[in-house]
């Protein structure tokens, strides 16, 4: 059976949202947490098929968008180190810092290298002895087991010119802030099957039974998110308030040990600042206290950065779904992904640029 076909399926995907319209009696608000499941509504129209009672809201499941603007500038300040070759994915160049972006430090000729896995920054280590290399490790739970990793084989090849600019990031505590604003609207989570995949579903336990709120883990193709929604509203319209597996063919509930084992090594926990939001407790990783000389914002002197975010992005306000894209004043009329003010406007998993994409005739 070809998975990918069988879960992009039309006729199951309409049995789905049919059953969808037979369960629901009421308007329900929903986030999905992840940026991926936002841009597979948009561009599959899965928000145009679903009953209007349903609501969905973005979540700040994006790792590009929540990278603080601080850190950013950090990353500018240690790339226009002539000693330094920046290592990065290629997403993180074009997000805005506070003046500029990596991409345009870049085109003025400073060594900044996009890489594919954080082992080829690891490589570019070995090759360039005379350089310091550093690579740019952010993400969520999703990226932190092979970014860990590289610290594992810098340590045993005892590389002194490899280090990590870390902004590593973890979904449950976001969640937790978002119900606890007194903003908060969302009455059922999506939480992201990747994520899952790595650390099973046991910590949404407590914030289900805390809140009484249903968390569904949820896939990524049309199907999935049907299933993960029909689930959510079966709960909702029943007063439930359980953790439940919508994507059992890849997610089970311990999750992957081995890689939860080398992220636990290598990483304890801190608090975070996220771009737009603020700091979140305990939602971050930094390196252990053994492996700090791998630390880059340990390794660099910085100067004292006054970050700015451009006045006219209200991405925050987005990452926490409290407003849609369109709202925003600036969206697609001085905010476009070519010219973009916010990072929720560059990434390919960011809501701004997801509604600028698939979105955009229908508004
Ligand atoms: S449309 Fe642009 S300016 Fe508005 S919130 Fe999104 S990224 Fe920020």
């Known amino acids: 059976m070809d998975l990918k076909v069988s879960f992009r399926d ?72 002539p000693d330094v070759i920046f290592t990065s994915y290629g997403d993180m160049l074009r997000v805005p810092g506070s003046k500029l972006d990596l991409y345009s430090v870049k085109a003025n000729g400073v060594d900044i290298r996009v890489v594919y896995s954080p082992l080829d920054a690891i490589n570019i280590a070995q090759q360039n002895p005379a350089k310091q290399v550093v690579f740019f490790a952010i993400g969520f739970e999703t990226t932190a087991p092979a970014n860990a990793m590289t610290v594992l084989m810098a340590d045993k090849l005892n590389l002194a010119n490899y280090s990590m600019l870390v902004g590593h ?34 910590e949404y336990f407590p914030i289900s039974d805390t809140y009484h709120i249903p968390i569904v883990i949820t896939g990524f193709e049309p199907v999935d998110i049907a299933q993960g929604i029909l ?16 994507y059992s063919r890849v997610v089970t509930q311990p999750g992957n040990i081995a890689a939860q084992t080398v992220i636990n090594q290598v990483f304890k926990t801190c608090d975070r600042n996220w771009r737009g939001i603020g700091i979140i407790p305990n939602s971050g990783w930094a390196l252990q206290d053994k492996y700090e000389r791998f630390d880059a914002e340990l390794k660099f002197e910085f100067p004292e950065f006054q970050p700015e975010e451009s006045s006219l992005c ?17 969206f697609a009329v001085l905010c476009s992904p070519e010219n973009p003010l916010g990072a929720t406007m560059v990434s390919s998993e960011g809501a701004c640029a997801a509604y600028y994409h698939y979105n955009r005739g229908n508004l």
């Open 10 to 81: 039309p006729d199951l995907l309409h049995r789905i949202i049919d059953e969808i319209k037979h369960t629901i009696s009421r308007p329900w608000v929903i986030m999905e947490i992840c940026g991926g499941q936002t841009h597979s509504i948009m561009r599959h129209g899965l928000h145009q098929l679903l009953p209007p009672e349903i609501e969905l809201i973005h979540g700040p499941g994006c790792p590009v968008c929540v990278t603080s603007i601080e850190l950013i500038d950090k990353a500018i300040s240690i790339a226009s180190n």
């Open 314 to 330: 209200i991405s925050g306000q987005i990452l926490q779904g409290i407003i849609k894209p369109p709202d925003c004043p600036a």
């Open 169 to 202: 990031v973890r979904v449950p505590p976001a969640i937790q802030a978002i119900l606890g604003s007194h903003e908060n609207r969302v009455q059922a989570f999506l939480a992201a099957g990747h994520v899952c995949t790595v650390m099973g579903y046991w």
């Open 231 to 246: 689930f959510a509203v079966r709960q909702l319209e029943h007063n439930k308030a359980e953790v439940e597996n919508a």
